[in-house]
């Protein structure tokens, strides 16, 4: 897509600090990152999401993400790492091009938070959420 940011870092007509690259994926150092090492790891051809992505780019870049996760525990001695992507901007993601953040965690206090709201107050019906996504498999 030719005016994703994304499509034009993988294209090398944007500068990036790379970390990692072959045919098909690149990994490269966040520019506004939430820790010390906070790496995106994405497919060189456009995908809008992870739900959009063919499973054998999935399949690459995740490889990929968990190799740089490791690395960051070892090389970075992070105590920890988040591997996350977000889908859509309703879910936090700004550029629509598929990408994973592998985030090392040095403590709970490093720059991201995580927190999910309790509903176990909430009247939620379990089974009948079970039966609207057990229709679409």
């Known amino acids: 897509m030719k005016d994703c940011v994304f499509c034009k870092i993988a294209n090398g007509m944007l500068p990036s600090t790379k970390v990692y690259e072959d045919d098909d994926v690149i ?9 010390r090492g906070h790496t995106l790891v994405m497919p060189k051809t456009h995908y809008d999401n992870f739900l959009s992505t063919p499973r054998e780019i999935l399949t690459k870049v995740m490889i990929v993400a968990q190799r ?11 105590r920890g790492v988040n591997i996350l992507t977000n889908c859509y901007p309703v879910a936090g993601q700004s550029v629509l091009h598929f990408h994973v953040h592998v985030i090392p965690r040095y403590d709970t206090t490093d720059g991201l938070q995580i927190s999910m709201k309790d509903m176990s107050e909430e009247k939620i019906n379990l089974p009948t959420i079970a039966k609207e996504i057990t229709k679409g498999m």
């Open 27 to 35: 990994a490269i150092l966040d520019i506004n990152p939430a820790t």
């Open 68 to 78: 740089l996760g490791q690395i960051a525990m070892k090389q970075l001695h992070a």
